[in-house]
């Protein structure tokens, strides 16, 4: 009997990568730093925003104000750049048990990024919540995961 039904957002629900870009640019942006190069693309969808932020600020004089500026980002206007992953609402379609109130629905996010307010505003999210009860909830795992 299907108990708990446990999700990683990125890569499994839905790839934000431009979400992820237009995000460090608008930090870099705010302390006239140019633009993520594709080096750093790659660095920071591959990090936490703990590595990503230290990496993109090397030497920065102020990193205590980037700190406070990135935490205070309301991710929200990032989310319509997130794309869902091809068959989620098949899949979701899938768990969704006729006979049964809807399943435990944990999804493992950084919770600094508000996400719990953030992700109503994602086009799945409807879905998600008729086929799952949504639980939001955070685990920092090392990176990068093989």
């Avoid at 590595?51 to 990135?70: I, K, N």
Wanted: glycine share 4%.
């Amino acid at each position: 009997m299907l108990k708990l039904v446990a999700f990683d957002c990125d890569g499994v629900l839905f790839d934000s990568r431009q979400a992820n870009i237009a995000f460090y640019n608008a930090i870099l942006q705010q302390f006239g730093v140019p633009p993520l190069t594709p080096t750093a693309v790659e660095y920071v969808h591959s990090h936490t925003v703990f590595e990503s932020v230290g990496y993109l600020f090397q030497g920065y004089p102020d990193l205590d104000a980037v700190w406070q500026f990135t935490r205070s980002l309301d991710y929200h206007p990032f989310i319509p750049m997130m794309v869902e992953e091809p068959h989620l609402r098949e899949f979701l379609g899938f768990l969704r048990p006729a006979w049964s109130p809807r399943k435990p629905f944990i999804s493992a996010t950084p919770g600094w990024t508000k996400s719990s307010r953030a992700m109503p505003g994602c086009p799945w999210w409807p879905t998600a919540t008729q086929s799952l009860t949504p639980t939001i909830t955070w685990i920092l795992l090392p990176r990068p995961r093989p």
